[in-house]
């Protein structure tokens, strides 16, 4: 109970903190944030002894510990049948397998011909505007977690008011040149376990973490492009859409289903996935058909700088 409260408070405190009304509570934080390590780390011998005595009465819940400590183990890797166990290696091994999971995209040429027919004028950003820039900070959500800038998303939020204009600069000249800056196109990768072997590649997927810059661009740039295309969007389109979720997808599919129940007609569902299919998509293709939607060729050509040539870190 004591880990639990310890626990809570760090979270309070560190929401309290993020908000920068006042400096000293990060101290308070960095110090709950220690005890509660060394309170988990109390607990978990304390659970391993009493694990340990009660082998007798209790032989279930030992071989359940060893089962999964044996199967979570990460200490060596496993990728196309080569064993890693030195950490460098560790990490150039899951940079590769990631890697590979993105398929070559085909080259895309504004001056071909299907392109050329198209009418690519319809959607365009010719600039940022100065509130668009506060309110794309105002929305960022604060955090400690740092991309390969490490520069946290809390410090930009408490200083907003001195990066606004200069952010504004840069935003406008970025699509001016039709050019996005390499280090914004850096993105730090961490590995997530999933399920299964813990030493297979497979069985992890990367969690991406932006620089909070780009987030704030990103976030400007999709507001401003949703608003010209929404129109253009399925109504039968759930996910990546405001005030959509699956749970509005369900409720469409449970009222189609009783309709047809109570009609007495046929109704055939099917289920499809595709596996990994964001890493998947071909950008040639994809700004093929965004030209062919009207989006205007100094648009395209930002988003040619935005796709191509990303890297990315593993930590």
């Known amino acids: 109970m004591e880990t639990k409260g310890l626990i809570k408070k760090k979270a309070t405190v560190r929401k309290i903190a993020l908000k920068g009304v006042n400096p000293d509570l990060f101290d308070e934080f960095k110090s709950l944030r220690s005890s509660v390590k060394y309170n988990i780390q109390k607990d978990h011998n304390t659970y391993l002894r009493h694990t340990e005595n009660n082998l007798i009465s209790d032989p279930k819940k030992f071989w359940s510990y060893f089962k999964n400590k044996n199967i979570n183990s990460s200490d060596s890797l496993f990728d196309n049948n080569v064993r890693y166990e030195k950490d460098g290696d560790i990490a150039n091994a899951f940079a590769d397998y990631f890697s590979s999971v993105f398929k070559p995209s085909t080259d895309y040429d504004g001056n071909d011909e299907c392109n050329s027919n198209c009418v690519g004028d319809l959607v365009k950003i010719e600039s940022v505007s100065y509130d668009d820039v506060v309110l794309a900070i105002r929305e960022l959500k604060s955090s400690l977690t740092v991309g390969v800038d490490y520069i946290p998303s809390f410090i930009i939020k408490g200083c907003a008011e001195f990066l606004i204009y200069p952010l504004l600069v840069l935003f406008n000249l970025s699509l001016r040149t039709k050019v996005i800056p390499d280090v914004w196109k850096q993105t730090k990768?961490?590995?997530?376990?999933?399920?299964?072997?813990?030493?297979?590649?497979?069985?992890?997927?990367?969690?991406?973490?932006?620089?909070?810059?780009?987030?704030?661009?990103?976030?400007?740039?999709?507001?401003?492009?949703?608003?010209?295309?929404k129109n253009l969007i399925s109504t039968s389109q759930h996910g990546f859409i405001p005030?959509?979720?699956?749970?509005?997808?369900?409720?469409?599919?449970?009222?189609?289903?009783?309709?047809?129940?109570?009609?007495?007609?046929?109704?055939?569902?099917?289920?499809?996935?595709?596996?990994?299919?964001?890493?998947?998509?071909?950008?040639?293709?994809?700004?093929?058909?965004?030209?062919?939607?009207?989006?205007?060729?100094?648009?395209?050509?930002?988003?040619?700088?935005?796709?191509?040539?990303?890297t990315l870190c593993l930590f």
């Open 243 to 310: 005030k959509r979720s699956t749970t509005t997808n369900l409720f469409c599919l449970t009222d189609k289903i009783i309709s047809k129940f109570e009609s007495g007609s046929q109704l055939d569902v099917i289920y499809t996935d595709f596996s990994k299919a964001f890493d998947s998509i071909d950008f040639g293709i994809l700004l093929k058909k965004l030209h062919g939607i009207g989006f205007n060729v100094n648009l395209i050509d930002w988003f040619l700088s935005y796709l191509w040539n990303r």
């Open 189 to 229: 990768i961490i590995p997530v376990f999933k399920k299964g072997v813990a030493q297979n590649c497979e069985n992890y997927r990367p969690i991406a973490i932006l620089s909070p810059f780009s987030k704030i661009f990103e976030g400007i740039i999709h507001k401003k492009l949703y608003n010209q295309v």
